[in-house]
Antibody, heavy 120, light 110 residues
Framework: EVQLVESGGGLVQPGGSLRLSCAASGFTFSSYWMHWVRQAPGRGLVWVSRINSDGSSTTYADSVKGRFTISRDNAKNTLHLQMNSLRAEDTAVYYC?????????????WGQGTLVTVSS | QSALTQPASVSGSPGQSITISCTGTSSDVGSYNLVSWYQQHPGKAPKLLIYEVSKRPPGVSNRFSGSKSGNTASLTISGLQAEDEGDYYCCSYAGGSTLIFGGGTKVTAL
């Protein structure tokens, strides 16, 4: 069974940092592109970042470019999102998501999400 | 980049068909046949309903169908059921390995 389990969320002050993790199981993690998508409380989905299967290529939304870094450890089946210089508007539930077909942008499995709250 | 435009809410009676629109630009929806649709129930992760404009993943009911014309994509739910209530999001490839979601549509079965 495919499972994605996020962790690392919490309360952080503006300007602070957090590192999110997404533990994957039930599939060959190293074969799939992975993404992060966030959802502010009561708001819609917003795409954040993507990484290819071997970690050699990454892309970011303009709103997080230069502040967030996506990475992966295929040996540990884990996806990461390093978030620096956090702002109040980064407050959201962060989901990791697996693409349906490798190299594409449709997500067939999502984690349960981890809440990041940026507040003083 | 602004979100794709979706109606805030759409409602229908059980058994009826409803359609949700998703309007983008010539840089996203209009340029690629890479539009997907997701259903999200409260407190849950989204579920993929449609990908590549009109394809259904295994296990998704054929009551859900997708189409696209120009810069606007559409999701149609046929034979609306109470279990279809929830939030629906469109998503489009926007070039440069980036994605853009719609603002979401709340579907209500009256």
């Amino acid at each position: 069974e495919v499972q994605l389990v996020e962790s690392g969320g919490g309360l952080v002050q503006p300007g602070g940092s957090l590192r999110l993790s997404c533990a994957a199981s039930g599939f060959t993690f190293s074969s799939y592109w992975m993404h992060w998508v966030r959802q502010a409380p009561g708001r819609g989905l917003v795409w954040v970042s993507r990484i290819n299967s071997d970690g050699s290529s990454t892309t970011y939304a303009d709103s997080v470019k230069g502040r967030f870094t996506i990475s992966r450890d295929n040996a540990k089946n884990t996806l990461h999102l390093q978030m620096n210089s956090l702002r109040a508007e980064d407050t959201a539930v962060y989901y990791c998501a697996r693409v349906f077909i490798s190299g594409t942008f449709d997500f067939d499995y999502w984690g349960q999400g981890t809440l990041v709250t940026v507040s003083s | 980049q602004s979100a794709l435009t979706q109606p805030a809410s759409v409602s229908g009676s059980p058994g009826q068909s409803i359609t949700i629109s998703c309007t983008g630009t010539s840089s996203d929806v209009g340029s690629y046949n890479l539009v997907s649709w997701y259903q999200q129930h409260p407190g849950k992760a989204p579920k993929l309903l449609i990908y590549e404009v009109s394809k259904r993943p295994p296990g998704v009911s054929n009551r859900f169908s997708g189409s696209k014309s120009g810069n606007t994509a559409s999701l149609t739910i046929s034979g609306l059921q109470a279990e279809d209530e929830g939030d629906y999001y469109c998503c489009s490839y926007a070039g440069g390995s980036t994605l853009i979601f719609g603002g979401g549509t709340k579907v209500t079965a009256l």
